[in-house]
């Protein structure tokens, strides 16, 4: 007897190929029969008028702390996702020297709702291990994470001491099941970070066969610097390179993305493997604490609230003339929204532009303020968002066939912990989103393709062969939706509604959602490339 069969559905088996009406039989936690199933099943599920696919693989997320936090995957499995992949733009939960390190990462919500048991990327990965998760979870050691491991809170690159010591470190995580190596070269400590430096430690995922992920150092005015460094990075390691939300921001010129493409195909011509992802709406988030210029960031959040207590420091912060969004210097505060903070919850949601005038000051004046009203380490935490990307830069990069498609978010729930958490506002509703705006409205792919970019195009960029395709033999990870109906329904007023077009989604086979409502299984698992 089988343990699911799904009936009467359109399958997408995500190839790109054309779909085909066949039911599918699952035994053991994967597919053993495509066509016309025959036999009894423990569970039979409808799919008639509906189209079946592999479940959605999310290429680039941070949910690190908030699995660990509560592994059910709320936002993500209510939208057909059954794989993440966290660990990205150089930030990881392991490895660390301490369990004080390890807090100071974690948002102020995590803490004492996990145990932070573990300091080697190894260890990390069994805590995941024990814990009942929603998805599956493959993860990547960050380049951020290994630094301060080695140089600590110095405002300062590596040594070559150090650079030693941080090859061998990676070395240890990726032999530990870390699935890859990424930077964040806009942040601090992956702005430090020389080509040289990233090369050495890239040379190392190239020994691992494993991928390359990287936030490249400037995505607007200086947007060809930050590409070209990225594929010459990966061109001098010999490693295989994703370059992550490759859409350019405010300030690039209009030809920037057409640009970028062309130059990821200059380097494929000479031999460089790079493909690239994209996030699909025109919002783009990161930590206020990005905003403030490297020296100012000096020696942790203690130095920081002294430097935005003193007048003439604050004001020369302000007068940063290469902020991280150039919106900001632009005075286009009516497109940059708190979307985080433990302390002015009530303040979530609002344009700084209303911020400022609520508080009778200047929005940048009002950044720097809720910064120093965070308490602890929250200052780490808080987090905004801008209108900095274009729908036509988007539209652009989709119509290339190596562009995958992320949500560069966090998995979450509207309860617990995680209740007043928001990752970005593509959190509860990025595949949606793809599928219903890009896809089914604009038409930009078909369903056949635009499936394929959330399937098997990054379980292949991950070197995941038995799933992402929907064929016999390969772990039973499928999502059964409505093409017609799908949709996200989060925004910047509502940003936690789930997604909706939903039937049926299985994760190893087992049923985690049904007729569009979550069941009670947690069957994923922690992936490790060895």
Known sequence: MLDVVIRNGVLYDGSGDSPFKADIGVKDGRIVEIGMVAGDADHVLEAAGLAVSPGFVDLHTHSDFTLAANGRAESQVH???????????GISCAPARTKADIALMAPGFIHGAVEADWRSFGEYLDHLDKIPLGVNVAAFVGHGTIHRAIVGDALRPADVDEMDSMVALLEESLEGGAYGFSTGLEYWPGS????????????????????????????????????????????????????????????????????????????????????????????????????????????????VRERLKDHDTRERIKRNPRPMWRLVNSDGWDRIVLMQSEANHDLVGMTFDDIGRRRNTHPYDAVLDLLLE???????????????????????????????????????????????????????????????????????LTLEEGIRRITSLPAQRMGISDRGILKPGTCADITVFDATDIESHASVETPRKYATGIAHVLVNGTISMRDGHRTDSNSGRVLRPN
């Open 192 to 303: 430090l970070a020389s080509p040289d430096q990233l090369a050495d430690l890239a040379k190392v995922a190239a020994k691992h066969d494993v991928l390359y992920a990287t936030h490249v150092r400037n995505r607007d005015l200086f947007y060809d610097l930050g590409f070209g460094e990225a594929l010459a990075t990966a061109r001098a390691a010999g490693a295989r390179l994703q370059i992550s939300h490759i859409q350019p921001k405010f300030g690039a010129p209009d030809f920037a993305m057409q640009h970028a493409i062309d130059m990821c195909a200059q380097a494929r011509g000479h031999g460089v493997d790079v493909a690239f992802d994209v996030i699909p709406h025109d919002w783009s988030h990161t930590r206020v604490m990005a905003i403030l210029p490297q020296w100012a960031q000096d020696g942790g959040v203690e130095k």
């Open 374 to 444: 965070e308490e602890g380490d929250q200052m780490n935490h808080l987090m905004w968002t801008s209108q900095s990307f274009d729908n036509g830069d988007i539209e652009l990069a989709l119509q290339q066939a190596e562009c995958a498609v992320i949500s560069d978010t966090q998995a979450l729930a509207p309860y617990g912990c995680l209740k007043h958490h928001i990752g970005s506002l593509s959190g509860y509703g990025w595949a949606a989103r793809f599928l219903a705006y890009y896809v089914r409205d604009r038409e930009i």
């Open 79 to 89: 939208q057909g996702v059954t794989t993440e992949v966290v660990g990205q733009c």
